[in-house]
Nanobody, 122 residues
Framework: QVQLMESGGGLVQAGGSLRLSCVAS????????MSWYRQAPGKQREMVAT????????????VKGRFIISRFTNPGDNAKMTASLQMDNLKPEDTAVYYC???????????WGQGTQVTVSS
C-alpha cells in the first residue's frame, strides 16, 4: 500500500510559478514511476510529467521548458519519498486539478493523490 499527500496548488497570475509536492509513504521501495497528471473541466485526465525508477523523466510537449519533475527520498526519513513538479511561466491553459500518481513495479494497482487545484489567471 502507498499513501500520497499532495500540496502546493493555488492561484497565480500568468507568467508566475508554483511548486507542487507529493509525499509518498508505505511500500515506496516498489516504485516503478511517479507522475503528475492534470484534469481540466470537461477534459480528460492527461499525463504532465513522469519520473521513472531510474530517474529518467518524460514531460508532455506543451509544458516542456516550463515544468520540471524531480524526486528525492525525504532527508532523515527513508520511508517517505517526494515527487515535486516545478512549474514556471504558467499559462491559463495550465489551469486544472493536478494529481500525483504512483505506479508500482510489482502489482497492478496504481495509487492516486486527492488532487490539488492550480488556477492561472490571465
Amino acid at each position: 500500500q502507498v499513501q500520497l499527500m499532495e500540496s502546493g496548488g493555488g492561484l497565480v497570475q500568468a507568467g508566475g510559478s508554483l511548486r507542487l509536492s507529493c509525499v509518498a509513504s508505505g511500500t515506496i521501495y516498489n516504485i516503478n514511476s511517479m507522475s503528475w497528471y492534470r484534469q481540466a473541466p470537461g477534459k480528460q485526465r492527461e499525463m504532465v510529467a513522469t519520473i521513472s525508477r531510474d530517474g529518467s523523466t518524460n514531460v508532455r510537449d506543451s509544458v516542456k521548458g516550463r515544468f520540471i519533475i524531480s524526486r528525492f527520498t525525504n532527508p532523515g526519513d527513508n520511508a517517505k519519498m517526494t515527487a515535486s513538479l516545478q512549474m514556471d511561466n504558467l499559462k491559463p491553459e495550465d489551469t486544472a486539478v493536478y494529481y500525483c500518481n504512483f505506479l508500482p513495479l510489482i502489482g497492478t494497482e496504481e495509487y492516486w493523490g486527492q488532487g490539488t487545484q492550480v488556477t492561472v489567471s490571465s
